[in-house]
């Protein structure tokens, strides 16, 4: 148990270090240092979760994507996962974008659509083509 705490310990301090040496507690850093005490109190927390080191790896990876705003499983076509956002000149729908990941848009209702944050071949950003993807809703 006390191997755990002074393990624990040493990562917070570990990092406070490396956020010190990269400068995200100075006044004149991003956010008035304030984002070098937020990352903190992230690492804290998660150093208080007492995961070993493969749950450590899951948690991480799934706390990254989800504070990316990237999703956990593939999107689908359920209208509910999609918002219209766009209308033409008649007032018909024509762009959707996904409630799930704010980077992919839709100009069927979601089910293709193109992420904007993928990324592309040398031929698609010469031409100016999105890669449209299929979603399994309703097939």
Aim: charged residues 30%.
């Amino acid at each position: 148990m006390e191997a755990a705490i002074e393990e624990r310990d040493s990562h917070v301090e570990w990092a406070e270090a490396e956020l010190r040496r990269a400068g995200l507690f100075d006044e004149d850093s991003d956010y008035g240092g304030m984002m070098g005490e937020e990352v903190l109190r992230l690492v804290k927390a998660f150093s208080e979760a007492g995961h070993s080191g493969f749950s450590a790896g899951m948690a991480a990876h799934i706390f990254g994507l989800l504070a990316a705003w990237k999703p956990l499983t593939p999107l689908t076509g359920d209208p509910s996962e999609w918002m219209h956002i766009e209308v033409d000149v008649a007032g018909n729908d024509i762009t959707w974008q996904s409630r799930r990941n704010p980077a992919c848009f839709s100009r069927d209702g979601g089910r293709t659509y193109y992420d904007v944050d993928a990324k592309k071949s040398w031929w698609r950003r010469r031409f100016r083509r999105p890669k449209m993807h299929r979603t399994e809703w309703g097939e």
